[in-house]
Structure formats: C-alpha cells, structure tokens
C-alpha cells in the first residue's frame, strides 16, 4: 500500500510569491492534515479535513489556506510569503477523523523562502 | 485545551543502555496518546500508541510506553539502545475530537 506522497520534496521562492503544496493520502483515508514544524516552533496545526470539508483550523493567518478534493488529495496554499514561513510542511492522513485512528506521515516538502 | 511536555530536549545514551523519553501531558478528556520517531529529512513514523484497555503499549522496534493516569504520564522505554534508534522522538496527545497535539520533540543520541 503507497504511502502519503508529497510534491515536491524542496521549493525555494522568493519573499511576495505565493506557494501550493500537495498531498495525496493513502488509499481509503478521508482525512488529512497539515503541519509545520521549524526548529524553534516544532510540530503547529495548520488544518484538518475530512471528506472536502474543513474540520479544524490552526492558529495561522489567513495567508494559510488549503483544500480538499473529492477523491481526499487535499492542497495548502501559502500567499504572500515571507521569510519566517520557510519550514517543512507535513501532511498526514488517517482513515477516520476524530477518532483513534493514527495519523501517517509524508515525507513532507521543504520550503525556502529568499 | 491539550498539551504536551517532553522533558530534555536532548538525551544521550550508550549502545545497550536503557532508553527513556518521558512524557507529560493535559487533557481535559480522556486523551488518545501517540509516539512517533523522525528520521532526518524524512516525516513522522508512528512507533506506537494508547486508546483504551492495556496501560503498557508495545510498539515497533522493541519500545513501549507505559499510560499512567494518575501520573498524567507516557513515558517511552526500550530495554537495549542501537545506533539505529538515534532520531527525534516525539510524544502527542488527541483528546477525542480534538486534533493531535505534539510535544516540542526529545532528540536521542546513541553512542558507540
């Protein structure tokens, strides 16, 4: 069974631009998150969704946004950015929402901003 | 609201000593209780975790962690360190619906 892919692995963009990031789970998972983890914050919740609907929000401007499509791939868009959003963004994904079930893990994809 | 504190940023072992990660956490709900390991350039593994029934939970790669309520602990063990377990822990914590919060992350360092 595949695991969560991310793409791409690294992304360098310069301060202003805007950035998406995408994220397909495992097969048969609804739910998926996003997080971003830098050395001095470690692991924040952006959001959470399941079945195309936003579940939980984190506490990140409004520059942060994401989505999720029908067939669960879900997308976090980053506008505007500015150097302090350099970090790795995470996303995992779960069969259940709410519940037990534990999330797994991408690779994550790797944002400089210049 | 939950959190989770994770005592030592850093700890150091030697080859075969025993490993311990401790874990504290605050929940107003009877929480769901995770460890996950991270390996360098790459996303978060879960090892092991703790929804209901047995308080000592055995994982992957011979850890476990041991659910104490009244302590408001889960503190992760592993008999016998290898090189191979040098990687940042981390301990998380889900009350219910909730989203799954993660500690700042232990760093353990395996010595020859």
């Known amino acids: 069974k595949a695991g969560v892919t991310q793409t791409p692995r690294y992304l360098i963009k310069t301060r202003g631009q805007q950035v998406t990031l995408s994220c397909s789970p495992i097969s048969g998972h609804r739910s998926v998150s996003w997080y971003q983890q830098t050395p001095g914050q470690g692991l924040q919740f952006l959001f959470e969704y399941f079945s195309e609907t936003q579940r939980n929000k984190g506490n990140f401007p409004g520059r942060f946004s994401g989505r999720q499509f029908s067939n669960s791939r879900s997308e976090m868009n980053v506008s505007t950015l500015e150097l302090g959003d350099s970090a790795l963004y995470l996303c995992?994904?779960?069969f259940g929402q709410g519940e037990n079930s534990p999330l797994h893990f991408g690779n994550g994809t790797r944002l400089t901003v210049t | 609201a939950q959190s989770v504190t994770q005592l030592g940023s850093h700890v150091s072992v030697s080859e075969g000593a025993l490993v311990l990660l401790r874990c504290n956490y605050s929940s107003s709900v009877p929480p769901y209780l995770f460890w996950y390991v991270q390996y360098p350039n790459q996303g978060l593994q879960l090892l092991l975790k703790y929804t209901t029934g047995a308080t000592l939970v055995k994982g992957i790669n011979g850890f476990e962690a041991e659910f104490k309520k009244s302590e408001t602990s889960f503190h992760l063990t592993k008999p016998s360190a290898h090189m191979s377990d040098a990687a940042e822990y981390f301990c998380?914590?889900?009350?219910?619906?909730?989203?799954?919060?993660f500690g700042k992350g232990t760093m353990l360092l395996v010595s020859p």
């Open positions: 998380a914590v889900r009350p219910g619906y909730s989203t799954l919060t």
């Open positions: 995992a994904s779960s």
